[in-house]
Structures are given as structure tokens and as C-alpha cells.
T-cell receptor, first 114, second 114 residues
Framework: AQSVTQLDSQVPVFEEAPVELRCNYS??????LFWYVQYPNQGLQLLLK??????LVKGINGFEAEFNKSQTSFHLRKPSVHISDTAEYFC????????????FGSGTQLTVLP | GAVVSQHPSWVICKSGTSVKIECRSL??????MFWYRQFPKQSLMLMAT?????????EQGVEKDKFLINHASLTLSTLTVTSAHPEDSSFYIC??????????FGAGTRLSVL
């Protein structure tokens, strides 16, 4: 079984400042890792994914994340945030293979302040 | 590519009636779709895994007779909330599993039972 921990439930940050949203996971097998963003009253949009290869992955909207196997982490970063980045962010994992469900973290509400 | 359409986006119904929610993969085929429920300010809770041409697999604690799932084609899964009650009011989100085990999400359906 897998578990995902997002330690920060809320992260307030000023516009144009850098931000890091933390994600740690636990799994006895290798996993794929994902970050999704959810805007109010909407579904989830895939920000980026790590399947294999380079541990630094770049996603949409200027976000990037680094997979650290030894620390079992997959932190999300953006060097300069915008007001429009205000949303809920979910980290998720799944073992490779067919019909595997995602295990989600509890989410981090990012609020960008003017 | 990889667009998932969910309909309706918002539905209000009377207690005791049934509501059907549709989830369609528009530009890819999905043998597996997932149905989630999300309470305010919380993460997604997996309700069931929907497999094309076979019975859905429900998570523990989810009443399969209340939440009927049909996955009759490779692009359509439906969730019917039967005899809805106010406690069924929630945000329901579907996802479709695409290539590389990536799940693509619909925009969600907000159900309000009066």
C-alpha cells in the first residue's frame, strides 16, 4: 500500500515570491508521482508527472518538481508565483500497472497575496 | 488531448429521486474510469473503479446499490445516485485512465439534494 503526506495544509505567499509545496510518500514498490491542481468548483488538472528518467520534471504554468528517491519526496516548486496560482494542490502516487488507483495526499491550499 | 467531460456540472434534486452523472473520455479510449467523492476542504475519496464491460469495484463502505456504476463503452461511464438523500450532497469527480497510467479528470459535478 502507498501513502502520501502533504505536511502543509495552507501556504500563503506574496505575489512574485518563490514557493515550495512539500510532498512525501511511502511505498514498498516503485511508484509514479503526480501533482494535480484544483481550482474552486472544478476537477483536477495535471500539473506534472514523474514516471522515470530525469528526476527534475517540468510542468505547466512554470511549475517543476524534483523526485528524490532517498528522501521519498516529490516537492513542487515555482520561482515566482502569480495571483492566478491560488488553488488547491494535490500530490498523488500510483504503482505502475493496469487499473491502479491513485493515492492522494490531503492537499495544500496555496494562496497568493497581492 | 486527453480530455474528460463530466455532465452535469451542477444538479439540484429532491430527496428520494435518482440522479445520473456522465463521464466521457473525448479523445481517447479508457478501459478504466474512477469515481471520487470530495467533501469541502478535503481530498478526494475513491468510491469505485469502473471497468469497461464488467462490474465496478467498490471501495469499502461505499453502497453499490446506492451508487450504481455502468461502463458500457470505452468512452463512457455513468454514476447513478439512487434515492438520493441530503447526506449524498457532495462534489463527485470522475477520471479516466489514459496512457502511461495517467488519470485525467472531469470538471466535477456538484450534487445538492433538498
Amino acid at each position: 500500500a502507498q501513502s502520501v503526506t502533504q505536511l502543509d495544509s495552507q501556504v500563503p505567499v506574496f505575489e512574485e515570491a518563490p514557493v515550495e509545496l512539500r510532498c512525501n510518500y511511502s511505498s514498498s514498490v516503485s511508484v509514479y508521482l503526480f501533482w494535480y491542481v484544483q481550482y474552486p468548483n472544478q476537477g483536477l488538472q495535471l500539473l506534472l508527472k514523474y514516471l522515470s528518467g530525469s528526476t527534475l520534471v517540468k510542468g505547466i504554468n512554470g511549475f517543476e518538481a524534483e523526485f528524490n528517491k532517498s528522501q521519498t519526496s516529490f516537492h513542487l516548486r515555482k520561482p515566482s508565483v502569480h495571483i492566478s496560482d491560488t488553488a488547491e494542490y494535490f500530490c498523488a502516487v500510483t504503482p505502475p500497472g493496469s487499473a491502479r488507483q491513485l493515492t492522494f495526499g490531503s492537499g495544500t491550499q496555496l494562496t497568493v497575496l497581492p | 488531448g486527453a480530455v474528460v467531460s463530466q455532465h452535469p456540472s451542477w444538479v439540484i434534486c429532491k430527496s428520494g429521486t435518482s440522479v445520473k452523472i456522465e463521464c466521457r473520455s473525448l479523445d481517447f479510449q479508457a478501459t478504466t474510469m474512477f469515481w471520487y467523492r470530495q467533501f469541502p476542504k478535503q481530498s478526494l475519496m475513491l468510491m469505485a473503479t469502473s471497468n469497461e464491460g464488467s462490474k465496478a469495484t467498490y471501495e469499502q463502505g461505499v453502497e453499490k446499490d446506492k451508487f450504481l456504476i455502468n461502463h458500457a463503452s470505452l468512452t463512457l461511464s455513468t454514476l447513478t445516485v439512487t434515492s438520493a438523500h441530503p447526506e449524498d450532497s457532495s462534489f463527485y469527480i470522475c477520471s479516466a485512465r489514459g496512457q502511461e497510467d495517467i488519470q485525467y479528470f472531469g470538471a466535477g459535478t456538484r450534487l445538492s439534494v433538498l
